[in-house]
């Protein structure tokens, strides 16, 4: 007789919402994982009354409405808004750029001024082509030493 329809290797996101999913369906599922945990990479430890992910941190985002109202079924979920900054030389820059880290690095108020001054610093550095966002960043902003 047959004990389990599936075995799903990994209780991750994928394993889990498979085996969700499948036993809707009246399928009987096997989930294992070498880790001691459920959760995959998004496993959280609760530390002294805050949820620390333990394999680095996690922001859920999603497009997609069907997969927001599915997940929202299972947890509740902060309005986070992912604002990092970057520390140089003692001063604070929004990372990825901004209008405020173009106001810091040129003194620029208005998309017209940054953008303009962006095509400035291009011609001046003679980058046609950046093949990546280091070159391309590293080129736009050689001339204020940072
Ligand atoms: C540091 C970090 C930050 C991330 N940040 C984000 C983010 O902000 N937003 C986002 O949407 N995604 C993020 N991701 C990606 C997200 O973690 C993954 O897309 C998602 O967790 C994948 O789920 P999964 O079930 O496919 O795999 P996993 O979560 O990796 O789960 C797979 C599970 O399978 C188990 N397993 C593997 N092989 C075996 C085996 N042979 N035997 C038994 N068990 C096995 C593993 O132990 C694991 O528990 C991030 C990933 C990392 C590492």
Redesign the pocket.
Known sequence: MKKYDYLI????????IFAYEAKKKNKKCLV????AH??????TENIEGINV?K???????TSNKEVWEFINKFAEFNNYINSPVARYKDELYNMPFNMNTFNKLWGVKTPKEAKEKIEKEKAEAKVEEPKNLEEQAISLVRKNNI
Do not use: E, M, P, T
């Open positions: 290797v990994g209780a991750g996101l994928f394993g889990a294992i994982d070498k880790r459920i959760a995959g990479n998004i496993y992910h394999y680095g941190a996690h922001i859920f985002h």
